[in-house]
């Protein structure tokens, strides 16, 4: 099987449609529908299916656009290898992912700590949520990825090395201006009748198993694309939301947050393959732990002084 073919199908799933992966790839409609009929027959099975405003794979067709992706990544990881290789560029790409709260913040800061120790190294970084990024280590897209295991938890898998950084308190980001800002900690009754807003199930899960513990329910009747959106709605007064609290740091300024008593948390790990580690890999891992440390202990440290 030709990548170029796995390459149009990967570009049909993420657009939804035959003529804008057409567009993007610079073929004509007829020859993807071509490509991915070609595909179907010498697999067997249907790919893709259409409905009203496109096409989307089929059960069978998702499975092998996750397995077709990873494939392509690292092929055209070994094409950027072979040219680093032959002008001379020896060093081994550094390839990180992290959830998007961790993204935005003490990822940045360890890989700068880090780069300081070793000098340049040429490095990505991937936001992603847990699960996928766990699937990507294991396909061998990323080096190291920074997780956490709230619901549904983080899967086991032998392949995977997974290092514990610390707890992470959740706290609620409100807009600037609300009642209850600079009033912490208060009790989730307190903001139970408000309007919340999520952007994924496993921090809508760690909000309402916080409110069921407390005798209450929260209204979660916005959702949001991404945390960014999140953030929107909140800074603009539509709703209030559960974040991640090494978030606080990394805030837009018409965003403020208010601590919970008995805060739900989370955990943070990293997992990198047993295989074949990257080099930088081990020292990464000690500056993500500094910095875990560093944005955690003022807030801890604030929260007590509160309670005293």
């Known amino acids: 099987m030709e990548l170029t073919v796995w390459r149009t199908f990967v570009t049909v799933c993420r657009l939804g449609s035959l003529s804008a992966a057409a567009a993007e790839l610079n073929h004509t409609q007829s020859a993807v529908s071509r490509q991915i009929a070609g595909l179907e027959r010498q697999l067997g099975v249907l790919l ?18 996750r397995h077709a992706l990873a494939t392509l990544n690292e092929a055209d990881r070994a094409v950027r290898a072979a040219r680093d290789a032959r002008d001379g560029a020896l060093d ?6 992290a959830t998007p709260s961790l993204a935005a913040g003490i990822v940045p800061e360890a890989v700068r700590d880090l780069l ?56 609620v980001a409100l ?26 199930d496993g921090s ?18 916005l959702s949001a694309a991404d945390l960014l959106g999140k ?5 603009t007064g539509h709703a209030i939301a559960l974040i991640p609290g090494v978030l606080t740091c990394a805030l837009r300024t018409d965003v403020t947050t208010v601590a919970l008593v ?37 807030r801890t440290q604030a929260r007590l002084n509160r309670t005293a």
């Open 204 to 221: 809508a899960a760690l909000l309402r198993q916080h409110a069921a513990r407390a005798g209450v329910s929260a209204r979660i009747d």
């Open 175 to 200: 807009p600037v201006g609300h009642p209850q800002a600079g009033r912490d900690p208060v009790r989730i009754q307190t903001l139970a009748d408000q309007t919340w807003v999520e952007d994924n």
């Open 48 to 65: 893709m299916e259409r409905h009203a405003r496109g096409v989307r794979p089929t059960p069978a067709g998702e499975v092998f656009r």
């Open 116 to 171: 300081k120790q070793t000098g340049s190294v040429p490095w990505s970084l991937l936001p992603g949520l847990s699960a996928q990024l766990h699937n990507r280590v294991i396909a061998g897209d990323l080096d190291i990825a920074v997780v956490t295991d709230a619901p549904p938890g983080l899967p086991h898998d032998p392949r995977l090395e997974r290092r514990f950084l610390g707890l992470d308190d959740m706290v």
């Open 92 to 97: 081994r790409p550094l390839a990180v992912g």
């Open 262 to 298: 008995d805060p739900p948390t989370r955990g943070i790990y990293t997992i990198t393959p047993r295989r074949d580690p990257h080099p930088c890999a081990a020292p990464l891992l000690d500056q993500l732990a500094t910095a875990f440390t560093s944005v955690r202990e003022p």
């Open 231 to 235: 953030l929107a709605l909140v800074a």
